[in-house]
Structures are given as structure tokens and as C-alpha cells.
């Protein structure tokens, strides 16, 4: 089992960049892929970014986007440090949200339905 805590949010204005943190603790964080997900107001929860750890067939470290959030959004890992961030640039009122962290052992699972979930972290977008 593991924690995850997220951290980095706050009140940013559009166009610029924002890191935001997880924190992980309670498991093996490399036996763990990692992802990043958002809800903004009065929408569905959306996948952001993946991250493998080291189980399954693919390499720990790999990185998974939509398309839509390809080119815009780094997701990184820190084994060292039992860390994962989210790295956003060129910031839009439109992704105002709560940012959640999220871990599984299965990777396809991780993008759908993951297993952990931290609390989130508030970003809110100003024009």
C-alpha cells in the first residue's frame, strides 16, 4: 500500500509555468506507475500523464500523454527521493482543476482506475 500527497498548487497566471509534487511513502515506489489526473469544475476526472515504474513489459521511466496533453505536460520521477512532479507550461484559464497523483502496479490500470489516490492539489488559472 501506498500514501501519496501532492503539492505545488496555488493561483497562477496564464502563460506561465507551474512544477507540482507527490510525494510517496508506505510501498516500493519503483514496483509503482505513477500518473497525474485533474477535475476541474463540473467535469469528468482526466488522465494527464504516466509514468512507469518497473514491473510489466515496458522500461522504468517510460512516459505516457494523450495526445491532447502532449507537448504541454512532463511528468518526471525521482526514485531517490520517492517523488513524481508534473511539469506544466503555458498555463490556461482552462486548466484550472484539482490535480490528483494516483499509483498502480498494472499500468493500463493506472490510466483508467488506479489503485491510490492522493488528495490533490488546487491549480486555479487567473486571465
Known amino acids: 500500500q501506498v500514501q501519496l500527497v501532492e503539492s505545488g498548487g496555488g493561483l497562477i497566471q496564464a502563460g506561465d509555468s507551474l512544477r507540482l509534487a507527490c510525494a510517496a511513502s508506505?510501498?516500493?515506489?519503483?514496483?509503482?506507475?505513477m500518473g497525474w489526473f485533474r477535475q476541474g469544475p463540473g467535469k469528468e476526472r482526466e488522465f494527464l500523464a504516466a509514468?512507469?515504474?518497473?514491473?510489466?513489459?515496458?522500461?522504468?521511466?517510460?512516459?505516457s500523454y494523450p495526445a491532447s496533453m502532449r507537448g504541454r505536460f512532463t511528468i518526471s520521477r525521482d526514485h531517490a527521493k520517492n517523488m513524481v512532479y508534473l511539469q506544466i507550461h503555458s498555463l490556461k484559464p482552462e486548466d484550472t482543476a484539482r490535480y490528483y497523483c494516483?499509483?498502480?502496479?498494472?499500468?493500463?490500470?493506472?490510466?483508467?482506475?488506479?489503485?491510490?489516490w492522493g488528495q490533490g492539489t488546487q491549480v486555479t488559472v487567473s486571465s
Open positions: 508506505g510501498g516500493t515506489f519503483d514496483d509503482y506507475h
Open positions: 494516483a499509483a498502480d502496479t498494472i499500468f493500463v490500470k493506472l490510466k483508467a482506475n488506479p489503485a491510490y
Open positions: 509514468i512507469r515504474g518497473s514491473r510489466g513489459s515496458g522500461s522504468l521511466g517510460d512516459t
